[in-house]
């Protein structure tokens, strides 16, 4: 079919601030559906090989101590142009700028600056396929294929 699916995360701040439920009306009216969710605790390790792509920068251990300071909601969203739909709804990088800009995206909702922006989503379809597989690649077809997975799943 031409679905397409794009990992999404509720990142620390959103999910202590009490965003999730909003956040997720937000997903189900712009007609996504969610297929896979994890609330999860991301431990150093896990936070630095999520965000290689960026371990040179100097925002880089700034970024992992936030990525690690409290629960995320990840998510796997499927529909069609998933990942640029969900990109958009997002709205830019810099939370500041996009209460400017993009006043109605989900960054000007809940983001604070430039790190703390909230929410995550995968920035290309080869983007998604490494990222839901980085935090699914223990669950084939919804059944539980391992003991790891297991508690994954819990
Ligand atoms: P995005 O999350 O919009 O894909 P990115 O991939 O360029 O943005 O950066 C990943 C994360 O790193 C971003 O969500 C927050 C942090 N980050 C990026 N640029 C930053 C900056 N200039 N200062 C502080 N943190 C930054
Ligand atoms: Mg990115």
Redesign the pocket.
């Known amino acids: 079919s031409s679905e397409e699916r794009t990992l999404a995360m509720i990142k620390p701040d959103g999910v202590s601030g009490n965003y999730t439920d909003e956040i997720k009306r937000i997903i189900v009216e712009a007609s996504f559906n969610i297929v896979k969710e994890m609330l999860t605790q991301l431990d150093k390790d896990t936070a630095s090989a999520f965000?290689d792509e960026?371990s040179s920068r100097s925002?880089f251990p700034?970024?992992v101590t936030y990525m690690t300071s409290g629960p995320v909601l990840v998510m796997v969203l499927e529909k069609r142009n998933a990942v640029s739909d969900w990109r958009g709804l997002i709205g830019p990088?810099d939370a500041q700028r996009a209460k400017i800009s993009h006043p109605h995206s989900i960054r000007a909702l809940c983001g604070k600056n430039?790190?703390k922006?909230c929410v995550?989503?995968s920035?290309s379809t080869s983007s998604a396929e490494r990222e839901i597989k980085f935090f699914f690649k223990d669950v084939v077809s919804g059944l539980v294929s391992s003991p790891l997975s297991l508690l994954q799943l819990l």
Do not use: W
Request: proline content about 0%; charged content about 15%; glycine content about 8%.
């Open positions: 965000y960026h925002f700034d970024l990088t430039s790190q922006n995550h989503g920035d």
